[in-house]
């Protein structure tokens, strides 16, 4: 089982007609999505987050039931709502407004008996950069400890360091507690743009080599439409993206590409196998507008994930 813990939001984008229409998303949310479609029926795909008891909470809550996720560490917290952001575009360039401070997912971790109970049973718990920035010090430290002790009991730690500038109080925080919690991490999915803001790595060779000084044995840096850098227990290769000739809505191709890989590894594929079938998942979410992949993903790709 994959464990996912972060914030999922309710989106508003335009419907092409001048109205606007509702939508859910996060990128820990769009990544355990993506992890659900791709794995066997049999192999549970929890996400564990916090929302409110409003109707809105109610409606994100009922289409996260939707995708057969295991909900069963969602709490609802009667002072707070979702976070929400609404969508702009202009000439095929989409601009994003947020409103998620205080979200009830700033609470997530405020719980450390929670925090353990949503963890427990996981063979992997995946969480983000973004889940880090929205927390308080106070949950960070929480979830620090609950993903050291589930490590110690033979989770996997996988973290997706999603550097958003905005988010955090400073870089100089956001490098601080990115590097912190990539110490207990065993597998990171980076992506080099991100990194290169936030660390200023030059290559995606660089941005391995710092997570691997880091103890981290598994490294992924994702790189838009060049090929994926996979170093794992002293392995190497560079793995293609597809070519696409149509690009149509980037967002959530990282995430997509996370929870394809996530699912790829838990049924027995290598680093390298597994980074090919995320690229094919991610080739057909920057197809897909908005930021969740379709439901028939796994009858659209032709390799198998292992
Ligand atoms: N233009 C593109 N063409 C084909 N695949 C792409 C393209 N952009 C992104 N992808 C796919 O999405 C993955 C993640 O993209 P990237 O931009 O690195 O992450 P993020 O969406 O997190 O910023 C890539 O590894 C690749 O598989
Ligand atoms: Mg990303």
């Not at 987050?49 to 909470?57: K, V």
């Not at 109970?117 to 949950?139: C, H, K, V, Y």
């Not at 392995?235 to 394809?260: K, L």
């Amino acid at each position: 089982m994959l464990v996912a813990i972060g914030e999922c939001m309710v989106e508003i984008a335009p419907a092409g007609d001048g109205n606007y229409k509702f939508g859910y998303a996060g990128d820990t949310f769009n990544a355990a999505w993506a992890c659900r479609m791709l794995s066997p029926a049999d192999d549970a795909v929890r996400y564990a987050t916090a929302i409110g008891t409003d109707w809105i909470s109610d409606q994100l809550l009922e289409f996260m039931a939707g995708s057969g996720l295991d909900l069963s560490s969602v709490t609802r917290n009667p002072a707070r709502s979702v976070g929400l952001y609404a969508i702009k575009l202009e000439d095929g360039e989409r601009s994003f407004a947020y409103w998620r401070s205080g979200s009830a997912a700033t609470a997530l971790a405020d719980d450390p008996g929670l925090l353990e109970s949503s963890l427990r049973g996981a063979n992997q718990a995946l969480f983000s950069g973004i889940t880090l920035a929205i927390l308080p010090q106070d949950g960070r430290d929480n979830l620090y400890r609950a993903l050291s002790k589930a490590r110690d009991n033979g989770t996997r730690i996988i973290l997706d360091p999603n550097y958003r500038a905005r988010l955090w109080p400073s870089a100089d925080t956001a490098r601080a507690e990115l590097t912190r919690f990539s110490r207990i991490a065993n597998c990171v999915l980076p992506s080099f743009s991100d990194e290169a803001d936030l660390f200023g790595d030059t290559s995606p060779e660089m941005t391995a080599d710092r997570f691997t000084d880091l103890g981290v044995d598994e490294v992924i840096v994702k790189d838009g439409p060049a090929p994926a850098l996979c170093a794992w227990d002293g392995h190497r290769a560079f793995v293609p993206s597809i070519t696409v000739d149509t690009v149509v809505d980037t967002t959530g191709a990282g995430d997509a590409f996370n929870g394809a890989y996530l699912a790829a590894r838990s049924q027995g594929a290598v680093p390298s196998a597994a980074a090919a079938f995320a690229h094919e998942v991610a080739a057909i979410s920057v197809q897909t507008r908005g930021a969740l992949i379709p439901r028939d993903t796994r009858q659209r790709i032709t390799s198998q994930p292992q």
